[in-house]
Each structure stands twice: as structure tokens, then as C-alpha cells.
């Protein structure tokens, strides 16, 4: 299959309206320039899913999901990114159009569809193989499970056999036959065989109940298959394969997404029979990690569900080390809207084994009392350790140390500071400081004219925009302080006091209007990139780095050659198509931030000029004055050149007339 040209999807994001494609799953309301609703892909109460039109963009501010029309119909309705846009293209009356692949670009294409068939038509197989098998059947009914529940899932059974699957492949000595279902995961081939004999190729899953593991698109990728009696290996899944990966999957998510918003948050537990047991006793939000380790990609498939996760795991000590590894996937992601459980069962229970012993409101009750993720936090860092001595007290500051690193700087990480300090008879500063997360604060930044330049300059003392970015220190003009035990005011000397600084604002203001309309940024020349990244380094560490990157990144924004004698331009999806750009960047947390202060923007690209330009002038300025400070004081000194005052003069008539 070819690619599709970037050039046609820019096109396609300018022609198609976002409000409408999205209106029509989601019911949307006028809120000033944007539409609001309620997510669709988290549960919430009041609306905080944004569509802008202008932008061709939507966002939550929830659970920060955020795209283009192609995005939400991925996101939405499960469409892959191909598909999404051949929708979208036949809504608008468009042909796709392609562009030749290389061939190891057509060679993987044709795998992907191969295995895609392969697994779906093993499904079908092995459901037809369940309807059939007495036993198989008797063991889901002696579990409690329904037909109902059977088909939902789409449970099979695998006969026991070397060679079941070449009732539906044919014989497995056919190399291309072979080789498709090796690369599935399907067949276990044997090592080559002395004396020319043929290598043994046998089926990988026998006698087992079959569990089809589905994308969100419910295409099969993989299986895992249980024993219907005592034995080893009690569960079987597919091996790593270009469709399947166990650190990127979670079991019963495409089936569980509906009732996971309805019930408002998502029961991960440890294995494939839960998953589906607890459907069948009314827990339908359940899904499991496929027995493998739980990771950062889990999680944040999970928080784009709900903000609530509840993981259950046995109370055993692999339990215990299962719900480890699950805290530390979830610190990094977590935020102070989301809420994070761990829930153990007694040794002797699983989840459907505790339900059918106690009944679901029971598991309910269980459910909301289940451990924090701070109370589990303590719990694992202070584990073994005597809080009584000062070496019980280290240890658990030395295990705290990576969790908290880990943890963005939100109020929870606050507060577990707080909470640990106080358990370990210390000080938040001491703990802070030993996990290295203590901030120093600028020094306050006074700045001022000599007292030659500000007589020369009063009129001018106050230009420039000032607003809530602002350091407080950082005021232009020269300062003023109130008289001890007087209302009167009195100037402050201004000797020996730093230069002015550009006002931290005009970064913010710059990198607002450039993230919304890059190709503004694209045009900027090298002294005016050079003022913007040194605005941007007087603000802060983060600032410079995130307007280094952004000044980068829209240079590779690609515009779209205009018609005859028109310049190059930027359509209505190009804000959509540089956000999707930058979430690849290794700043997309710094662009998120950003990006939610500029969604509720109706700033129009004639006034977005203007307020970028208006900035640079303002930054001009304030480097001409500094300039003349530094020459007032060489004069002061007695230190300056005749060449010297000659710029002096010669910045004043400027200053005087800008």
C-alpha cells in the first residue's frame, strides 16, 4: 500500500470542519469562540472538552486528550490512521491519493495484513472448535460463565493436537503456510532434524481455552490460552510479534471502554478468566495486564479511560511486587485530578473467586476502601524499616528517594513530602533537599537608571506591558520605597543597582503566539531569534529550552505553495498538525502546559503578527537601554570614550523618539 502525501492530509484538515466531524458523536454547545461538551473519553461531570474551530483542534482539559479530526476518530471510534482519513476524505467528496513505498515499506504492510487475517481467521477457528467440545464448554459453565459472556469475548478452544490449525491453513510443510503463522505466534517450529528428516512444526496453543486479545479496533493480535485441568503453565500467551506486544496491551479494554465510562473507573486485575468472570457477576470495567509487569503505556491508556484506576492484586508476595512495578508506571503520570488504588485480597481469593464467596456488594465495599497510592507509598518505602532509629528513618528516605523523582511537581507530591517528613522526624526542606527537589529562588532582581539616564528618561520609566508573569522585582523605571514610619515616598539610590532586564512576560506573550501560529515562527531571522531565546533565558531554564525547541520545530513545518503570484501559506489544520509534531517532542509536557493556556485564544493571525512584532520592539528597546545604562555608567566613572558618548547621544535620540 502506498503512503499517503502529507500535502493531501494538510489539504484534507483545511477543507473538513472539526465542529462538524466531532458533532457528530458528541453533543456540542456554543461556549464564546470554541463548542464545549462533556469528554468522550473520560467520565466527568462538567464539560471540559474544548473544539476550536478556529484552531481545528480539540482538547481536554481533564484528561488532556487532545487532536485533530483525524485524531478523534482514531481516538473515538477505534479507526486506525489510514482509515480515519479515507473517512474523512469521503466525507468531503476527496480521493486519496499515494505515493510509491519502498519495498521494505510494501513487505511490512503485506505482513501486517497477513497476520492481521492469520489471527482473525485462527479466532474464528477456535470459537467454531468451543461450540463443539463437551468438556470445554462444561468447564466455562462450571466457572459460571454464560454463553452470552462466551460470545462478548469471543472465547474458542484449541483442540488438543499437534496440528489443529492446518484444518484451516493447511499442511504446516508448506514454507508459506509456515512461515505466517511462526511469525503469529501460532506454531512452535522444532530444531532441524538429522538426516534430512522434515522439521516438526506443531501447534503452540493445545487443549486450552482460547482468549482472543483485541485492539481497540477489535481486531484480534494475539491469544492467551488456560488449562482445562491442574498442570504447569496454567496460562499460555502469544509470543512478542509486529502485531502484538504485551507492554503496550491490555486485555479487555476494547471490550470494557463503554462501561468503564459508565461506572467511572477501571478494575485492573491479573488475569484473563477475572477479567471475564467479573463481567459475567457484574463488573464489566475490569480488564488485565497479560502476565507481564505493569507498564508506563498501561497506565496512560488507562487515564485516557477514566480518572480513576483501582489495580487488584493478590495479597501474596508476587502480588506485592506486581503492585510495586504498577506504582512506579503510575507516579510519573500522575496528576492532582486522577485517582489511583490498590486494592488486596486475601491470600486465598481472587477477584472472582471473592465476589462469588461474598457477593458483589461486598467487592464493591472492598473496591472504595482500597489503599491510596500515597498510603501505598508509605507502605513500600518504609517496609522493613524501624522508623524508630536514625538508620530506619535514612533507609526509608533512600527508598522514597527515586518514587518522588519520579513524580511531577503537583500538590500530591507536596503533600506525601509533607507526610513522609513528619513519619521520619524531619523537615520538608531537610527532604526536599536530600531527594534533590529543592528549588533555590531567584534573588529579587532590582533594576534602575543612574540617576544621569533617569532624569533623562523619566517619561519613559514605565513602557511596556506589564501582567501576572511578570517577576515583581523586575519592574522597569526606577523604584520607589515607602519613608520609615512615614507615607511619603522617597527615591532609592540608584548606584551600583544591575541593568534592566526585558520583561519576563514578552517570552510568555512570544511563545503563546508562535506555538499557535508557527509559520510566524518559521519566518523569524536570526536577531530576532536571538532576542526571543535571551527574553526566553531571563525567564527561566525551562522558558529557553522550550522556546529553543519550538523556534526548531517550526522550522519544519512545511507550508503550502500558494497559486500563481501568491505567497507560500498556512491552512485552517495547521495549528492541529503542529500540535500533533510537537506531542513527538521531548518538551510535549512543556507544550501541553502551554497549549492549555492558548485553547480558550481567539487570537486572529493579523493580530498574532502584530502582538509578535509589538513584543521584539519592546525587547529592542529594552536592550537599547541597558546599553545606555552600561555607558552612563562609564561616564559616572570617568571611564568612557569619546566614541562612547557619541552612542550615548546617539541612543538617546532613539530611545527619545521610540
Given amino acids: 500500500m502506498a503512503l499517503i502525501p502529507q500535502s493531501f492530509i494538510a489539504d484534507l484538515l483545511n477543507r473538513v470542519d472539526i465542529v462538524d466531524v466531532v458533532g457528530q458523536h458528541v453533543k456540542l454547545k456554543k461556549a464564546g469562540a470554541n463548542y464545549q461538551s462533556l469528554c468522550p473519553f473520560h467520565s466527568e461531570k462538567s464539560p471540559s472538552f474544548s473544539v476550536s474551530p478556529t484552531k481545528q483542534f480539540y482538547h481536554c482539559f481533564g484528561c488532556g486528550a487532545h487532536g485533530s479530526a483525524i485524531s478523534f476518530l482514531m481516538e473515538y471510534s477505534g479507526l486506525g490512521y489510514v482509515d480515519a482519513i479515507e473517512d474523512l476524505a469521503r466525507s468531503a467528496g476527496l480521493d486519496v491519493p499515494r505515493e510509491e513505498r519502498t519495498a521494505n515499506d510494501i513487505a511490512r504492510q503485506q505482513q501486517t495484513m497477513a497476520l492481521s487475517e492469520v489471527m482473525s481467521s485462527a479466532a474464528d477457528w477456535y470459537r467454531q472448535q468451543l461450540k463443539g467440545n463437551t468438556r470445554a464448554v462444561e468447564y466455562l459453565k462450571g466457572r459460571g460463565l454464560t454463553g452470552e459472556i462466551a460470545k462478548r469475548y469471543a472465547l474458542g478452544y484449541a483442540p488438543d493436537g499437534w496440528q489443529g490449525l492446518e484444518a484451516v491453513f493447511g499442511p504446516y510443510s508448506n514454507d508459506e503456510v509456515a512461515k505466517t503463522l511462526l511469525e503469529g505466534g501460532l506454531l512452535i517450529q522444532g530444531e532441524q532434524a538429522e538426516g534430512g528428516q522434515p522439521v516438526k512444526r506443531y501447534d503452540r496453543f493445545r487443549d486450552r481455552i482460547m482468549f482472543p486479545i483485541r485492539n481497540p479496533k477489535g481486531q484480534t493480535i494475539g491469544f492467551g490460552g488456560r488449562i482445562l485441568d491442574q498442570g504447569e503453565l496454567k496460562y499460555l500467551n502469544s509470543p512478542e510479534t509486529p502485531l502484538f506486544s504485551k507492554g503496550n496491551t491490555l486485555y479487555g479494554l476494547f471490550e470494557a471502554r463503554q462501561a468503564i465510562r459508565v461506572q467511572e473507573y477501571v478494575l485492573v486485575c491479573e488475569g484473563y478468566m477475572d477479567v471475564v468472570a467479573l463481567a459475567q ?218 541593568p534592566p532586564k526585558a520583561p519576563t512576560d514578552l517570552a510568555e506573550q512570544m511563545l503563546r503566539v508562535i506555538i499557535q501560529f508557527p509559520h510566524l515562527g518559521k519566518a523569524l531571522n536570526a536577531n530576532k531569534r536571538a532576542l526571543a531565546l535571551k527574553a526566553a533565558e531571563q525567564r527561566s531554564v525551562k522558558a529557553y529550552a522550550l522556546m529553543k525547541d519550538l523556534l526548531a520545530q517550526c522550522d519544519l513545518v512545511e507550508l503550502i505553495p500558494g497559486e500563481g503570484n501568491k505567497s507560500a501559506s498556512v491552512g485552517a489544520g495547521a495549528f492541529a498538525m503542529f500540535q500533533d509534531q510537537l506531542s513527538r517532542s521531548d518538551l510535549a509536557p512543556l507544550y501541553e502546559v502551554l497549549r492549555n493556556r492558548v485553547m480558550g485564544s481567539d487570537l486572529e493571525l493579523e493580530g498574532a503578527a502584530a502582538d509578535l512584532d509589538g513584543a521584539f520592539k519592546k525587547l529592542e528597546l529594552s536592550h537599547l537601554k541597558q546599553e545606555m545604562t552600561e555607558i552612563a555608567q562609564k561616564i559616572a566613572g570617568s571611564t568612557a570614550t569619546e566614541q562612547d558618548r557619541a552612542r550615548y547621544r546617539e541612543l538617546g535620540e532613539k530611545l527619545k523618539f521610540s
Fill in 281 to 498: 457477576l457484574g463488573f464489566p470495567n475490569a480488564v488485565a495486564t497479560l502476565g507481564t509487569a505493569c507498564t508506563a503505556n498501561h497506565v496512560r491508556m488507562l487515564l485516557r479511560q477514566t480518572d480513576k484506576v483501582v489495580f487488584s492484586f493478590d495479597g501474596d508476595s508476587a502480588g506485592q511486587r506486581a503492585a510495586q512495578r504498577a506504582l512506579e508506571a503510575c507516579l510519573p503520570l500522575m496528576s492532582d485530578d486522577k485517582e489511583i488504588r490498590f486494592l488486596f485480597l486475601p491470600i486465598e481469593h481472587d477477584p472472582d473467586s471473592y465476589v462469588r464467596a461474598y457477593g458483589a456488594p461486598a467487592f464493591e465495599r472492598v473496591i472504595k476502601e482500597a489503599m491510596s497510592i500515597s498510603s501505598f507509598f508509605f507502605k513500600v518505602v518504609s517496609e522493613d524499616h524501624e522508623l524508630t532509629t536514625p538508620e530506619g528513618r535514612a533507609h526509608t528516605h533512600h527508598a522514597a528517594k527515586p518514587l518522588l523523582l519520579s513524580m511531577p511537581p503537583i500538590a500530591l507530591r507536596t503533600q506525601i513530602l509533607r507526610e513522609l517528613a513528619i513519619r521520619t522526624n524531619t523537615t520538608p526542606a531537610e527532604l526536599e533537599s536530600f531527594c534533590g527537589l529543592t528549588v533555590v529562588p531567584a534573588p529579587a532582581q532590582q533594576s534602575s537608571y543612574l540617576a544621569s539616564q533617569a532624569r533623562m528618561q523619566s517619561s519613559q520609566s514605565h513602557q511596556g506591558n506589564q501582567n501576572n508573569f511578570s517577576n515583581s522585582g523586575n519592574r522597569q523605571g526606577a523604584p520607589w520605597q515607602a519613608s520609615k514610619g512615614s507615607a511619603k515616598a522617597k527615591r532609592v539610590d540608584t548606584q551600583n543597582i544591575e
